[in-house]
């Protein structure tokens, strides 16, 4: 199988647990390469937001303080700059600043865009994983980087109590 099936299988597979909702741009309405990997997400389960990036880490924030395991999707790592307020200074502090009162479990899924065929413009090909671990103490951080570890990174980030961000190739989509 390739990458982007994988990664479709893993959306599938997440769509299908109860608890999930998927929140972001292009989640409803095609314009990038990860919608295409939702298309085994039922639409209900899925909430299309406008381009505002800290807005929709925040909401993603308080829907998981409901019970839900928020997917938020983030096509490019340079729009997921727009959120560090949510992400550095809110979901990855919150247990800790609610002396565990409260836990949110928030999948960030993040694609680092391709170079190739067509460059985009360095304004959406940044890789900045080093500079989020570095700024994350309990939000976890990993990058898929082959084919055959995509599932079960996403079943064990559902499976994890706490929140993650996930870092996809989006290069090795059409491979």
């Keep these: 199988m390739s990458y982007f099936s994988e990664i479709k299988n893993a959306m599938t597979w997440l769509g299908q647990q ?27 389960q899925r909430i299309e937001f406008p381009v505002a990036e800290d807005f929709q880490l925040g909401a993603s924030i308080g829907m998981a303080l409901t019970g839900k395991v ?20 809110h979901l990855d502090k919150l247990e800790e600043f609610t002396h565990g009162q409260y836990k949110a479990k928030v999948i960030i899924r993040v694609g680092v865009g391709s170079t190739e065929p067509l460059n985009p413009g360095v304004q959406h090909c940044g890789d ?21 570890r995509v599932m079960a990174t996403y079943d064990d980030v ?10 996809e190739e989006m290069g090795e989509y059409g491979h």
Excluded at 158 to 167: E, H, K
């Design 128 to 148: 900045y994983t080093r500079g989020l671990r570095a700024m994350l103490k309990n939000v976890g951080i990993v990058r898929i980087t082959n084919t055959e």
């Design 70 to 89: 928020v997917i938020s999707i983030f096509p490019r790592m340079d729009f997921l700059m727009c959120a560090m307020n949510q992400l550095v200074n």
């Design 158 to 167: 559902y499976c994890y109590p706490g929140s993650y961000v996930v870092v």
């Design 18 to 44: 109860p608890d999930t909702i998927f929140i972001g741009q292009q989640v409803r309405y095609p314009g990038n390469a990860m919608f295409a990997t939702l298309e085994g997400v039922p639409m209900e």
